[in-house]
């Protein structure tokens, strides 16, 4: 069983950065595509970013495209989301999930219930 546990979100004002880091344990990391998910009170969960095992393609949502950066160390079994710029707007809860599926080793799916393992997510918060 994959576990995975977020940890870098905060409070922060707008036009500062973060990063994110999600650790996985229980699984062969090099074999998952990552996402990075986020929900805001009231709306559904979005994609962010995604990143595939072969090739490490990223792709992003077009709100957050040329700020997050999306990125994976698999010596440590960590996908990380650097976030710059951060808006108000970007407030939520963000996720990363793992897909184990051999669909996603090029290209990393933009689906949510396309993914097997979810963390417990983490708190960002960007105040104007």
């Known amino acids: 069983q994959v576990q995975l546990v977020e940890s870098g979100g905060g409070l922060v004002q707008a036009g500062a950065s973060l990063r994110l880091s999600c650790a996985a344990s229980?699984?062969?990391?090099?074999?998952?595509?990552m996402g990075w998910f986020r929900q805001a009170p009231g709306s559904e969960r979005e994609f962010v970013a995604a990143i595939s095992w072969i090739g490490g393609r990223t792709d992003y949502a077009g709100s957050v495209k040329g700020r997050f950066t999306i990125s994976r160390d698999n010596a440590k079994n960590t996908v990380y989301l650097q976030m710059n710029s951060l808006k108000p707007e970007d407030t939520a809860v963000y996720y990363c999930a793992a897909d184990e599926g051999y669909s996603s080793a090029w290209y990393a799916s933009l689906v949510p219930s396309e993914y097997d393992y979810w963390g417990q997510g983490t708190q960002v918060t960007v105040s104007s």
């Open positions: 229980g699984g062969t990391f090099s074999r998952y595509a």
